[in-house]
Each structure stands twice: as structure tokens, then as C-alpha cells.
């Protein structure tokens, strides 16, 4: 986060935008000195999402997957002027998409005819979030096919995180759970943001161990690096990996285009996965370049010849 906010402030100091470099340089000290030293040393208590317990039925007993998947993953700051990255992540043929920052019906009747799949929209606090899979998304013994659980939001917000079982065809079911904290909203909210990382990995980690099994790949997105210990400490106490992608944000800050400094959206995978590849997309013209991350599972046939 220290180095892409380096980045900002150079931007707004060439633009001659001196308050905006102030409020920045004070967000970038306090912001690394935070997640480096947590507020909370010890796990913080967490409202258990003990509704996932029933879940852990359909993440154990799924049919192991049989062939690589492909997982593209985006958040647009605007849903405007998306044309270009959207062909760029089709492009890649990916068999799940995850866009968060629109729900517009357009985009999402586009992506699920691309995919020849089905498609699922949510509104969020952060404009909405699309999922397609190249498949259809699974039931787990009622008539829902997704589950959703409270994560920490600033004062008069609302953050949820997202448990989905997308069959994807010729592979199998991926279990699938996809979380966001929002980041700081201004210099007064740093501290209250840094808890609101520890508290919302946490609630990911429980989220992850109710689930159980190898193959759950969780999407999220802390606004903080992979690396933060308020963040690696706990998704890897909970048996998930980061899939270690470039950075992807910000690709352009004001008028510096390719500036790229750290992995903000984020792919972590459970145990029975194997990382293939992962790349960055670019030339998009938003702050956020789409990940393409390869994953294959270690017990399918193609992984077991390699």
C-alpha cells in the first residue's frame, strides 16, 4: 500500500493538487505503520457465520474437479467505460468471472452469453458484483444457491461475504467463497480500517474452516497487500495460499499511467489446488487491472502427468 500510495501522491503533486498531497502523505505513514502493527495483536472475536455449517456437506462430498480452471477476476471503481476490459478478460476464455463494482443487467446477460453458463447479480454497497460460471451454480440441499454472511464495514455501511458452488462443465464443482473490506475513506478511518482487516479476514478464516475441504477458493479483496500479517497470518492459519499474481492497482493514478504496485485483488487457494500461472491484464483504463489466475487440482488426472 506504501509504495502505490507514493504513486498517488506524485500524481497529485505534478497536478499541483497540494491539500490532496498532504492528506495522503499522512494516509500513506499511518496506513503501512498500521498493518504492520496491528491494533489488535491477539485474534479478534468474531461473529461465527455458524450458518456455513451446513455448507460443509456440499465442499467435503463434491466430486473432486478433473481439469485446470480459469478464474478471471475484476473490480471496476466505475461501470462506465468497461468495454475494453471485459473483452480482454473474455478473451482469455475463463470458466468463472467475478466482477465486482456493477450489477448492470447488460453486463451480466453479455458475460453469461460469452460463457454459455449462468450467471448470478448482487448489489452491493460498492456497486454491485456479478458472477458467471462457465456452468450452472450448484443447490446444497434447499433451494438456495448462495449464502451470504456480514463482514465489517465503515460507520453507515454494509459488507457481506458470498458462499457459491459453481459446476463448471468437464471440470466439476468449485467451492467458491468471495469477500471484500472496503478501504480507508479518509485519513480519520485509518485505524478503524486496520481493524476492520483483522476482523474481516477473521471472519474469512472461520468462514474457510466451517467450509472445510481442499478445494475452496476464496476471492478477496482487504484493500491491503497479501502479505499484511493481519491478513496472511490468518487465511494461512486456515489452510488457504495466496495464488501469487503482479500488481494489479493502481495501474494509472491521475495522469501516471502503469504504475502497478500491489496485488489488491487477491486469489487464495486451498491445498488440493495447484497454482498454474497468473498475469495481470492491461490496458483497460481503470485503477484496477482484471487477474487471470490458472488453478488445476492436484488429484486430477492432467496435474498427476505433470
Given at each position: 500500500m506504501f509504495a502505490g500510495l507514493v504513486v498517488v501522491g506524485s500524481s497529485l503533486w505534478l497536478e499541483r493538487r497540494w491539500t490532496g498531497v498532504a492528506a495522503v502523505s499522512t494516509l500513506m505513514v499511518f496506513g503501512s505503520m498500521i498493518l504492520r502493527l496491528p491494533v489488535v495483536h491477539e485474534s479478534p472475536v468474531v461473529d461465527r457465520p455458524r450458518h456455513l455449517r451446513e455448507l460443509k456437506g456440499c465442499s467435503l462430498l463434491a466430486r473432486e474437479p478433473s481439469g485446470p480452471v480459469r478464474i478471471a477476476v475484476w473490480t471496476l471503481e466505475s461501470d462506465r467505460a468497461a468495454s475494453d476490459g471485459l473483452a480482454a478478460i473474455l478473451s482469455s476464455t475463463p470458466d468463472i468471472i467475478i466482477l465486482k463494482g456493477t450489477d448492470r443487467p447488460q453486463v451480466a446477460m453479455h458475460l453469461q452469453k460469452a460463457?454459455?453458463?449462468?450467471?448470478?447479480?448482487?448489489?452491493?454497497?460498492?456497486?454491485?458484483?456479478?458472477?458467471v460460471t462457465r456452468g450452472n451454480f450448484q443447490y446444497c440441499g434447499g433451494e438456495e444457491d448462495e449464502w451470504r454472511f456480514d463482514l465489517p464495514a465503515p460507520a453507515g455501511g454494509s459488507e457481506?461475504?458470498?458462499?457459491?458452488?459453481?459446476?463448471?462443465?468437464?471440470?466439476?464443482?468449485?467451492?467458491l467463497m468471495i469477500g471484500q473490506v472496503e478501504g480507508p475513506t479518509g485519513i480519520l478511518?485509518?485505524?478503524?480500517?486496520?481493524?476492520?482487516?483483522?476482523?474481516?479476514?477473521?471472519?474469512?478464516?472461520?468462514?474457510?474452516?466451517?467450509?472445510?475441504?481442499?478445494?475452496?477458493?476464496?476471492?478477496?479483496?482487504?484493500?491491503?497487500p497479501p502479505s499484511a500479517p493481519l491478513v496472511s497470518n490468518i487465511l494461512g492459519g486456515a489452510g488457504l495460499r495466496w495464488a501469487p499474481t503482479a500488481a494489479n492497482w493502481p495501474l494509472r493514478a491521475g495522469s501516471i499511467p502503469g504504475m502497478g504496485q500491489h496485488p489488491i485483488d487477491q486469489v487464495w487457494v486451498g491445498a488440493n489446488w495447484n497454482v498454474q500461472s497468473t498475469r495481470v491484464l492491461q490496458g483497460t483504463g481503470h485503477q484496477r487491472g482484471p487477474i487471470v489466475v490458472d488453478l488445476i487440482a492436484r488429484t486430477s488426472p492432467s496435474a498427476q502427468d505433470q
Open positions: 460463457l454459455s453458463g449462468e450467471v448470478k447479480t448482487m448489489s452491493t454497497d460498492g456497486g454491485g458484483m456479478i458472477a457481506f461475504g458470498v458462499v457459491g458452488f459453481p459446476y463448471v462443465k468437464e471440470v466439476g464443482v468449485v467451492p478511518d485509518a485505524l478503524d480500517w486496520s481493524d476492520r482487516v483483522h476482523r474481516g479476514a477473521a471472519k474469512m478464516g472461520v468462514a474457510a474452516d466451517f467450509l472445510g475441504g481442499a478445494n475452496l477458493v476464496l476471492i478477496a479483496d482487504f484493500f491491503a
